[in-house]
T-cell receptor, first 116, second 110 residues
Framework: NAGVTQTPKFRVLKTGQSMTLLCAQDMNHEYMYWYRQDPGMGLRLIHYSVGEGTTAKGEVPDGYNVSRLKKQNFLLGLESAAPSQTSVYFCASSYATGRNFYNEQFFGPGTRLTVL | RKEVEQDPGPFNVPEGATVAFNCTYS??????FFWYRQDCRKEPKLLMS???SGNEDGRFTAQLNRASQYISLLIRDSKLSDSATYLCVVTKPNDYKLSFGAGTTVTVRA
C-alpha cells in the first residue's frame, strides 16, 4: 500500500495563478483532511471531508476550495494564489469507527508551495 | 487563547539524558490526546496515544492531568534518532477534527 500520496511535491506560483493539489489514499478511509503548516503556527485545518461527495470548512478555509468526487481522492484548489498562501500543505486521512472520531490520522509527504 | 499550547524549545540534550515537556489545552471537554512526531520537513506520524492512567511505550512515557489540563511526554535514555519535533494533539467529543500544537523541538547531541 502506498498510504497517502500527494502531488506535486513542490510548486512555485506567481500571484494570481491557480493550481490544484491532489491527495490520494489507498486505505479506504472515510475521512480526509487538508492542512497547512507555517513556522510557529503548527498545523491548521483548511477543509475536510467525512465521505465521498462531502466537504466542510476548517479553521482557515478562505482562498481555498476542495472536492471529494471519489472516496480515495481529495483535491485542494487555489483559484488566485497569494503570497500569504506560501506554506507546506499536508493531506491526511483517517478511518471511521462509529462514534469514535479520534482515530490516528495518516499524513502524506506534503507539498511545498511558494507564491511569488 | 490557542486551543493547544506547547513550549517550542528547543530542548538540547546529550545522548542518554532524560527530557520531558508539557502541552496545555484550553477546552476542558477535550476527549482524546496524542503525541505525534515530525522529522524535519517530513509528515507527522503518530508516536503514541495518551491514556488517563498514563502509559509507556518503550522509552517514552505519556501522562494526562485533566485537572490542570495538560499532557506530558518524557523520553528516557535519549537517542540521536529522537531528534524531532513533537506535536501535541487534542480532540473534542463528536468531532472529526484534531487540534495540533505548534510543536516542541528536541535535539539530542552525541
Amino acid at each position: 500500500n502506498a498510504g497517502v500520496t500527494q502531488t506535486p511535491k513542490f510548486r512555485v506560483l506567481k500571484t494570481g495563478q491557480s493550481m490544484t493539489l491532489l491527495c490520494a489514499q489507498d486505505m479506504n478511509h472515510e475521512y480526509m483532511y487538508w492542512y497547512r503548516q507555517d513556522p510557529g503556527m503548527g498545523l491548521r485545518l483548511i477543509h475536510y471531508s467525512v465521505g465521498e461527495g462531502t466537504t466542510a470548512k476548517g479553521e482557515v478555509p478562505d482562498g481555498y476550495n476542495v472536492s471529494r468526487l471519489k472516496k480515495q481522492n481529495f483535491l485542494l484548489g487555489l483559484e488566485s494564489a497569494a503570497p500569504s498562501q506560501t506554506s507546506v500543505y499536508f493531506c491526511a486521512s483517517s478511518y471511521a469507527t462509529g462514534r469514535n472520531f479520534y482515530n490516528e490520522q495518516f499524513f502524506g509527504p506534503g507539498t511545498r508551495l511558494t507564491v511569488l | 487563547r490557542k486551543e493547544v499550547e506547547q513550549d517550542p524549545g528547543p530542548f538540547n540534550v546529550p545522548e542518554g539524558a532524560t527530557v520531558a515537556f508539557n502541552c496545555t489545552y484550553s477546552n476542558s471537554a477535550s476527549q482524546s490526546f496524542f503525541w505525534y512526531r515530525q522529522d524535519c520537513r517530513k509528515e507527522p506520524k503518530l508516536l503514541m496515544s495518551v491514556y488517563s492512567s498514563g502509559n509507556e511505550d518503550g522509552r517514552f512515557t505519556a501522562q494526562l492531568n485533566r485537572a490542570s489540563q495538560y499532557i506530558s511526554l518524557l523520553i528516557r535514555d535519549s537517542k540521536l534518532s529522537d531528534s524531532a519535533t513533537y506535536l501535541c494533539v487534542v480532540t473534542k467529543p463528536n468531532d472529526y477534527k484534531l487540534s495540533f500544537g505548534a510543536g516542541t523541538t528536541v535535539t539530542v547531541r552525541a
